[in-house]
């Protein structure tokens, strides 16, 4: 792949979140923050309802989850946070990984009195979920993850080729470099989070073990045409405890999947009528029934 064509990847990455962002206008939140593991982290409650907390993408904030945030908000009440460095969260002098985020997830709850909540994650916010199954179980009661990897063997050829090539100047340009401008309480500092990030998609990942303890339910969302192959999304499901044949007489498993048709990873979550009809019925536990009445 040539430079100019990464740059162009690297570029539509974004845009469909940016562009839903524009799109989808809603009512100014009121905002707030909390101190969680040395940073300030900013997060917006909207909604009623059994407790559900929001994590975004990498370069992404809760402007750029809008589409759906007002949707799940309709049935729960949401927490959507901006995770370390992002949007109006500070950054602190710590990588960008999984299981910290997943800690700052979980410190997030504490501070502001949440036992157990639903999570709801992509991408980046997806591999945090899943994070926060593995290291504070207590704390999910069931996870929605889509597009996810749970091992870097999972990634898609091409984008496992474009993971070496990417430099901080590819993204200074890109619309996610505007909207951390207009966010960040320190402007200036894009490219140390494009530093951490790229270091984040370098960062081995290696979790089969880990996640065959998880006893979490999982729905697990992805685009046949997704960052991962479909191989690794049904391994995934597979160490969840899916794949089985229903019409037995038995319960199904408690982890669902989901493959949305003609979807790269950025369009997954464009799709939100898509979306919810797959989240709602597996929040509330409601299973499709069959001829045999299972």
């Known amino acids: ?46 909604g009623q309802g059994e407790p559900l907390i929001v994590l975004h993408g990498a370069y992404m904030n809760i402007r750029t989850m809008s589409a759906i945030v007002p949707r799940l908000a309709r049935t729960h009440k949401v927490y959507a946070l901006e995770l370390q460095g992002h949007g109006r969260t500070t950054d602190i002098d710590r990588p960008i990984t999984y299981p910290n985020l997943a800690d700052d997830v979980a410190a997030f709850m504490d501070a502001v ?7 709801f994650g992509y991408s980046m916010g997806a591999g945090a979920g899943l994070q926060l199954a593995i290291r504070h179980p207590d704390k999910v009661n069931k996870l929605v993850a889509a597009s996810v990897a749970y091992d870097s ?80 999304l049904v391994s995934l499901f597979r160490l ?22 003609a979807t790269s990873h950025t369009a997954v979550i464009t799709q939100v009528d898509l979306l919810m009809g797959f989240i709602e019925p597996f929040l509330k536990g409601v299973t499709p029934k069959g001829f045999f009445g299972s």
């Not at 009195?113 to 999570?119: H, N, R, T």
């Not at 405890?241 to 408690?254: T, Y």
């Open 113 to 119: 009195g949440l036992q157990k909540a639903d999570v």
């Open 1 to 46: 792949m040539t430079i100019a064509r990464l740059t162009l990847a690297l570029a539509l990455l974004a845009t469909p979140a940016m562009a839903d962002a524009q799109a989808a206008p809603r009512r100014p939140a009121v905002g707030h923050r909390v101190q969680v593991n040395g940073m300030r982290m900013y997060y917006e409650v909207s």
């Open 153 to 232: 063997a999972g990634l898609q050829p091409e984008f496992k080729a474009m993971i070496p090539q990417m430099t901080v100047d590819m993204f200074l340009q890109m619309p996610f470099a505007a909207e951390y401008r207009k966010l960040s309480p320190t402007p200036d500092s894009f490219p140390a989070l494009v530093r951490k990030l790229i270091a984040l998609e370098r960062e081995p990942m290696s979790w089969r073990e880990d996640l065959k303890r998880v006893k979490t339910p999982v729905l697990i969302i992805g685009g046949d045409a997704d960052g991962y192959t479909l191989e690794h």
């Open 240 to 261: 969840l405890g899916g794949g089985v044949m229903g019409d037995m007489g038995k319960p199904l498993p408690a982890s669902r999947l989901a493959i949305l048709p």
